[in-house]
């Protein structure tokens, strides 16, 4: 406990002369103590009349219980041989279910091999993967989104030589950092013109026009370093990177180093983890997809994400090539793209050198009547799309959500948009007043661990730049995304990975349709991301969820380790029994926890943890 709660003192006050440290740990106790006391107090008791004694009786209770805590990790002192050991150095960056030499073995080919299958790669092996030797925190944001440590991802210097697309000539490699040209830069930014063309081409005078269009949600397939998604996040879009899973230089890794939404995705024979009708553009810039491939079924997936009335902007100098080279792809004519994409109720807006522009119908029966001899509707509404395979039909078609982005509400979803979820507007909002309370709670009581210099009052404002040390948040069971809500409401500048467990309501609908981020996933099995990529983990009753799904604590709670980056946070809210069980599992993990009593008589609790910098 001593040198836990010392070490995070230290860290405030980090760049001071060094003080004496016993008077340190003593402040820090006391600050503390302070914290936990207000905090239960602040959030679940309104009676401002009986909050005095209770200040006190906290102030006891919580002394008592450091000390006791003090007193118990002592004792368990001998055991701590339990802990589990560092993963050797060539885990370093280690993903798991992309094991492309287990999926050759198991006779996966045509790409396949290249898919994730975690069937394929059980891991047995229980270790903590370590950080590489030169890892430094990352800078805070937004300075970190245009510098990063080079030894924090695995790029070398090849790599980084031999590149050229325009993206990653925006990148400079200097000693041990490499830097991205800022949205701010006065030279001729190449990201700002490119953004700019989409924007006419779709018909806007400028690209801060995007939003009032109806853009709000934007899947940047293969996103380069990620520049556009960086300037699209600028526009108060929300860009999210997918790419397939690259060993060295990968782009996922680097747009989450820099604070940029990203995910390791594809879909080589499996649809994407997001509902149909989902975004309101789809981009591809040189995104290593060949389109016309496998008889347009890329091309049919894209138009299943896609909402009526949203883009599809391919900017490709294959395209155009593949076009005059006839005779290379099966059954194509010179122009298979325009063919295809007429079947598929695309119109072509613009082409303006190597882009193209598309916008998918808004009239659901361009679908139903004329084209239903060439590409079938699906049959039914179609469920959770986790894991399944590409289907060579039009989905979306018979949905309740099949509205077109120009005809949305601007800002917050309407009653009758939430009607359209199954989603009763009264529940909705109580939901998300309970997660303002309870964001006030997890800020205040973070709070003087993420902010410099003095500890922050519950109440407070926050103090000036630099913001915070939490950029990158995942909401491992976001239900509506109300964590998130709340977030963008107290104006912190993080963007959250909204993740709906898999065999729990489905609401990313409702959470993609609010413009944040989300996916599907089945927690029993690794997240698709590189180690170190989140900032904050936050899971709300995802213990209790998964103990009816028969999969093992002790996976998820190293799967949490490896995402987490050294000295970043954990705040797993649950009943007594599965805290007190993950309590003990997190010791095991190295993390500094502590149990926090609500103490408005139910039987929740709150287990917040502090991943260690552990090198070795
Ligand atoms: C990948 O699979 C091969 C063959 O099954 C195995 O030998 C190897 O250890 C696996 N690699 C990792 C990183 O799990
Ligand atoms: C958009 O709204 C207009 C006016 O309410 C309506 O006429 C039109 O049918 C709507 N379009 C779609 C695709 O819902
Ligand atoms: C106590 O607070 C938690 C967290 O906000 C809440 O979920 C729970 O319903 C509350 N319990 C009671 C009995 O008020």
């Not at 079947?343 to 009547?369: G, H, I, M, R």
């Not at 969820?545 to 490896?562: F, I, Y």
């Amino acid at each position: 406990m001593r040198s836990s709660w010392y070490k995070k003192i230290s860290l405030i006050f980090g760049r001071r002369p060094p003080p004496n440290r016993l008077l340190l740990y003593l402040v820090s106790v006391l600050v503390l103590i302070a914290l936990l006391g207000s905090f239960s107090l602040k959030g679940y008791d309104s009676a401002t009349a009986s909050v005095r004694p209770d200040i006190y009786l906290n102030y006891r209770r919580l002394k008592e219980q450091t000390l006791s805590d003090y007193l118990e990790l002592k004792k368990l002192g001998a055991s701590r041989v339990n802990d589990f050991a560092l993963c050797g150095k060539e885990r370093e960056n280690y993903v798991p279910c992309y094991n492309v030499s287990a999926n050759l073995l198991a006779g996966l080919k045509d790409g396949e091999e290249f898919d994730r299958h975690c069937e394929l790669s059980r891991d047995q092996q229980h270790c903590l993967v370590r950080p590489p030797k030169d890892y430094k925190i990352p800078l805070l944001w937004p300075s970190g989104r245009d510098v990063v440590w080079s030894g924090n991802v695995k790029l070398s210097k090849d790599q980084f030589l031999s590149s050229g697309s325009m993206t990653k000539r925006l990148m400079l490699l200097e000693e041990n950092q490499i830097s991205f040209h800022s949205d701010d830069d006065m030279i001729i930014d190449g990201v700002k013109d490119y953004s700019h063309q989409i924007a006419e081409m779709i018909g806007l005078g400028s690209d801060a026009e995007f939003r009032e269009a109806g853009v709000r949600n934007v899947l940047d397939i293969g996103c380069g370093f990620g520049s556009f998604s960086a300037h699209l996040l600028s526009l108060k879009l929300m860009a999210v990177c997918m790419a397939a899973y690259e060993s060295t230089g990968s782009q996922v890794q680097l747009a989450l180093e820099r604070g940029l939404p990203a995910i390791i995705g594809n879909f080589i024979s499996r649809q994407l983890p997001f509902p149909s009708l989902s975004y309101d553009m789809v981009h591809c810039t040189q995104c290593g997809i060949f389109w016309d491939d496998k008889d347009g079924m890329f091309l049919i997936e894209v138009d299943r994400v896609l909402k009526p009335g949203g883009y599809f902007v391919l900017t490709s100098p294959r395209s155009r090539k593949q076009e005059s080279s006839a005779g290379t792809k099966k059954g194509s004519t010179s122009t298979p793209f325009e063919e295809f994409t007429e079947k598929l109720c695309w119109n072509l807006l613009a082409q303006q050198e190597d882009t193209f522009v598309w916008q998918k119908a808004t009239d659901v029966q361009c679908y139903v009547s004329i084209k239903q001899s060439t590409i079938p509707l699906c049959n039914g509404e179609d469920g959770q799309s986790y894991y399944r395979p590409l289907a060579q039909c039009i989905s979306g078609t018979s949905s309740k959500r099949w509205i077109s982005i120009q005809n949305r509400s601007s800002g917050s979803l309407s009653s009758a948009e939430l009607e359209v979820h199954g989603i009763d507007p009264e529940d909705f909002s109580e939901d998300l007043e309970q997660w303002r309370s309870a964001l006030r709670n997890y800020w205040s009581l973070l709070s003087p661990l993420i902010f410099s210099d003095h500890p922050k009052r519950p109440g407070d404002e926050d103090p000036m730049p630099p913001y915070n040390m939490v950029r990158n948040v995942m909401d491992l069971s976001a239900h509506y995304g109300g964590l998130n809500a709340a977030l963008l409401e107290a104006r912190k500048s993080v963007w959250v990975m909204n993740v709906v467990p898999l065999g729990e309501r489905n609401t990313l609908p409702v959470i993609l349709d609010q413009g944040f981020a989300g996916v599907l996933h089945n927690w029993c099995e690794p997240f698709p991301t590189y180690p170190r990529t989140y900032d904050m983990l936050h899971a709300k009753g995802l213990l209790s969820h998964l103990a009816t799904q028969s999969c093992n604590m002790v996976d998820l709670m190293l799967e949490m380790d490896r995402i987490l980056r050294p000295e970043g946070w954990v705040i797993i809210s649950d009943k007594v029994g599965p805290i007190e069980t993950a309590r003990t599992l997190v010791t095991q993990l190295r993390w500094e926890a502590r149990v926090i009593d609500l103490q408005n008589g139910s039987d929740q609790r709150l287990l917040v943890c502090q991943k260690q910098f552990v090198r070795k």
